[in-house]
């Protein structure tokens, strides 16, 4: 049995370092599945394992679990880039500033009350104190890349701790339990204080409009009434009416046409319309009355198909749709398109990205050629563009690695290894196409890199800070860790929640999404996701996340390399 027992106590062997990795990892993940008043810790629980790993001396080299942690950490966050990374720049647009400006505010009132904590509770001429309670504020608002970037700056200050690094990641297992409800709990507080009706609420959704109607495709079939229109082009038509719009069929003189800008039109001719839903009535009262029947026109000798076409050619990606000349070449209009579940105009304007699917009208064997053209290979979108992440990984960390010496600062300030990748990988989510960067992952493939990475990361960070867990937290400050921890979730929360219902006015689900976004806490969303039947808790989400994420990750480097190294 000697064998086996070498396995379990040699730790510098592959073997070893494997197994150990894999036991921390499965029994985290297993056990953060466990659900107590219908809330999980998920992945997260693989820090608490890894804690346990640690204290019981079932570890690994340092070097190696450094190596570890810092690849899960750039894995995880570059992941984290590329999803939020087409949407960062357009999330400040429709609203979404004002959000925005919130979330920025609660973020800086979590880090105002850190502080706080820090001087009524903690004693300041220790060391270790302001460098722990960074831990606990990432700990508190359960954003794990915050954690990995204060780990990192630490790192850069090492000469400032002659006694050794302090193990943040106890501050941040401390805070993350009571961080998870405490979102939850002082979201549910503010719909009390604010005496928010939840029946009401969903009746206002209801009331609007669940799409934007500048962006919903709207069809309608049309009868042209209008005398000036007679002998016009569809060209001159579009033009005078500044509108964008797709004409997908005309029937002119008992025949069914695939117009294009040059065909002319004829009072009583019928046509097949695909407009912005906001634009609908404008055209009909310009051109003519919109008929209640629907369009059943055929043209027998060339039948016209409707056929859904996704976008998988590279070639393609980051073109506009008035470059391709669908129309004027091929005889086909493109009349609506989606993205990631959304329906979309299908403007001029329109940019393509790989994963689009469109809808395109014409000739079976001129939709066919379209179709060729757009590449149209669903198989090509299960397979990761592994270049591409690597790529965006080698430029990420030479970014992050650009020190900027500031007077004052023990070192250099630099976006690191969390810091950097995060950044670039958002600008090559939203720029790729300019440097023929394909960024087209599937969802389950995204996922799958992350969850591996940010495994690889609190697996590592538990099993370091398990060594010392016992001296810190138990027998230490850990109850501190606890409760500040609290105090930081909760009150920034009730603040702006508060008075951005009041002040603001915004729908209660949406303020849901926005701090769940800006806390950065799937928990949450799932939550407001519960009691919301609509998209709005989505929504606020997905507005305020991706800035939300970098203001974490880059606060924490700049309070570590700010306060830390000069205490």
Known sequence: MDWLI??????????????????????????????????????????????????IKFTAPTNILTFMQDFGLILFVFCIGLQVGPGFFESFKKGGIKLNLLSVSLILLNVA????????????????????????????????????????????????????????????????????????????????????????????LAAQESEDPHAKPYVMHVRVNNSYLDGRTLGQISEF?????????????????????????????????????????????????????????????????????????????????????FSSVYGVNITRITRQGMNLFASPSHRFQIGDRVVAVGPEDHVDRVAEVLGNSARRLDAPNIATIFIGIIVGILFGSIPLHIHGIPA???????????????????????????????????????????????????????????????????????????????????????????VYKFNYFTIMGMLAGTCTDPPALAYANQICSREAPGIGYSTVYPLSMFLRIFTAQLIVLFFCGSI
């Open 6 to 55: 070498n396995l379990f106590s040699v730790n510098d062997s592959v073997a070893h370092i494997v197994l150990l990795y894999s036991v921390v990892i499965a029994g985290g993940v297993l056990l953060g599945k466990i659900k107590v008043g219908g809330i999980s810790l998920g992945v997260t629980f693989v820090l608490f394992v890894g804690i346990l790993a640690g204290h």
């Open 113 to 204: 009350v850190m502080f706080a904590c820090y001087f009524i509770f903690f004693d300041t001429s220790d060391p270790n104190a302001l460098p722990m309670m960074v831990g606990t504020l990432s700990g508190a608002v359960t954003n794990t890349p915050g954690l990995g970037a204060a780990n990192e700056a630490l790192t850069s200050l090492e000469s400032s701790f002659p006694n050794g690094l302090p193990q943040i990641a106890s501050g941040y297992a401390c805070a993350y339990p009571l961080g998870v409800l405490g979102i939850i709990g002082a979201t549910i507080a503010v719909r009390y204080i604010c005496r928010v009706d939840l029946q009401e609420e969903e009746d206002k």
């Open 241 to 325: 009416l500044n509108r964008d719009m797709v004409c997908t069929r005309l029937y002119h003189d008992g025949k069914v046409v695939i117009p294009q800008q040059d065909t002319v039109f004829s009072v009583g001719d019928e046509a097949l319309i695909v407009c912005a839903e906001s634009d609908a009535e404008a055209i009909q009262v310009f051109i003519g009355e919109e008929l209640p029947e629907e369009w059943a026109y055929e043209d027998k000798e060339q039948p016209l198909v409707s056929k859904r076409i996704v976008v998988t050619r590279p070639a393609i990606n980051g073109k506009l749709l008035r470059e391709m000349h």
């Open 412 to 502: 250099a300030l630099k976006l690191g290894i969390a810091g950097g990748p995060l950044v670039i990988a958002i600008l090559i989510g939203r720029f790729g196409y300019k440097f023929k960067l394909v960024t087209y992952t599937t969802t389950s493939a995204n996922l799958m890199l992350r969850e591996i990475g940010l495994a690889l990361f609190l697996a590592s960070v538990g099993i370091k800070a398990g060594a010392h867990f016992w001296d810190t937290v138990i027998q230490g400050d850990g109850i501190k860790y606890v409760y500040t921890g609290f105090i930081i979730t909760v009150i920034p929360i009730l603040i702006v929640g508060t008075i951005t219902r009041l």
